[in-house]
């Protein structure tokens, strides 16, 4: 059963499920209805109950307890990242990887090396999945379902262990901060939940940032340049002044552990027009608002100078350090915790420079620390995932729910 593992999250990955920012539908992108069918045919192949999907693509399915203790979930989402195209995926298995540079494309001369990346070390005998240098890989968070599917089919495989409910929910559009804005934690009716959604294996987190996006639009005006004197107003010059307003050392590059940024993720401009798009990021309530006030700011300072209607920014929360919700309940960390320990892993618990659904979750009164999934260089062409991370992670979900039994 954990062999399989690889075969699920093969078959995931190559369905195109990348999301889509500037979408106002709910999934914002038709690929990952299409994950979601397949899941939903899944789960009700393998003998999950009360397998249902709505219309805002929240897939939710339940392993029958053979005891009474208060029911418990787990979640993955089906999208994935922007900042690679998720077209055409084509993962390649590198059996007993022998510690190597891994050549993901001969023709494009595209190659992972161990110079560049040294947790590949860790890696040596095991199986590697990756890219083939052209697209993401999907492990985050195709590998948390894979996870999830063969955690529960262990389960309706082995009838005699004993364990409670389990609901389990695949969700849509995490990466672009709305997984759990249409999910319902009422239907989920779970007393709380993990997301596997975390990197590489002994991961375990409740903390994570403040999230915000800043979406800034700036009007110029278009002019012949030899007639331009006085007339003609440059969008993406306006752009690169408000740029330069914000602290140059606070980006995502040069900071780490709990320190918070700011970052450009695209840009799109002339003249006429610019358009940028930042998030802001942020483990601190006060440091998450100032860097807002500093963004407000910048466009004032820059307003007085062109015009109020010169620039729009345009900014959104999108959530929040989900410490303050499961601090209160940390016997469900310490859960997990025995769960890890149960499998020889050692927790590695920091706090997420990120966000997973579960900090919106744990908001919505569904207390929802994260673990690994097992992936490595998540979000680019040098994604990978090792199968035994993922039979690692697998292992972990069964065995929360067997702890979970002995409540």
């Known amino acids: ?14 369905i195109d499920t990348q999301a889509d920012e500037d979408s106002t539908t709910t999934p ?25 999907l709505d219309e805002n693509g929240y897939l939710m399915g339940t392993l029958k307890g053979n005891i009474d203790v208060e029911t418990i979930g787990f979640l993955a989402h089906v999208d994935t990242a922007l900042d690679v195209t998720g077209k055409n995926v084509q993962p390649q298995v590198h059996v007993n990887y022998d510690g190597q540079d891994i050549v993901l494309n001969k023709e494009r001369n595209i190659v992972m090396k161990t110079a560049d990346f040294s947790e590949l070390a860790a890696y040596k005998g095991q199986t590697l999945i990756t890219t083939d240098g052209t697209t993401l890989l999907g492990a985050d968070d195709k590998a948390g379902i894979a996870e ?37 934690v009422d239907r989920f009716n779970a007393k709380f939940a993990y997301t596997m959604d975390g990197g590489p294996v002994g991961e375990l987190e409740y903390e994570s940032f403040n999230a915000a996006s ?28 408000f740029h330069a307003l914000l602290p140059t050392e606070e980006v995502p590059e040069k900071t780490a552990g709990k320190e918070g940024f700011f970052h ?3 840009i799109n401009g002339g003249v006429e ?20 006030t500093t963004m407000q700011a910048a466009v004032a300072k820059l307003q007085s100078k062109y015009g109020e209607t010169a620039l729009t920014l345009t900014i959104a929360d999108q959530y929040y350090n989900m410490r303050e919700k499961i601090e209160p309940v940390i016997e469900i960390v310490e859960l997990a915790q025995k769960a890890f320990a149960n499998v020889g892993i050692e927790p590695n618990i ?15 009164g569904l207390p929802t620390p994260n673990i690994f999934a097992g992936g490595e260089n998540m979000h680019g ?22 702890e979970h039994a002995k409540a």
Request: aromatic share 10%.
């Open 381 to 402: 062409k040098y994604e990978y995932v090792a199968q035994e991370s993922m039979q690692k992670a697998a292992a972990v979900i069964i065995e929360i729910i067997k």
């Open 28 to 52: 914002s992108t038709p690929g990952q209805w299409d994950l979601l069918h397949l899941l939903q045919k899944e789960m009700t192949d393998i003998g999950l109950s009360d397998v249902s």
């Open 264 to 266: 450009l993720a695209s």
């Open 1 to 14: 059963m954990m062999e399989k593992i690889t075969e699920r999250f093969i078959n995931y990955a190559k």
């Open 273 to 292: 027009q610019a358009k940028a798009y930042y998030i802001i990021r942020d483990f601190d309530k006060n440091s998450f608002a100032t860097r807002k």
């Open 214 to 241: 800043a979406k800034l639009v700036i009007q110029g005006e278009s002019v012949h340049p030899g007639t331009a004197k006085d007339k003609l107003v440059n969008a993406s010059a306006i752009f690169a002044e």
């Open 148 to 184: 999830i599917m063969t955690a529960v089919e262990y389960f309706i495989a082995n009838p005699e262990v004993r364990h409670g409910d389990v609901r389990i929910a695949f969700t849509p559009d995490e990466e672009i901060g709305r997984g759990p804005a249409k999910f319902d």
């Open 350 to 364: 920091v706090p997420i420079r990120g966000g997973t659904d579960g900090a919106q979750l744990s908001y919505k």
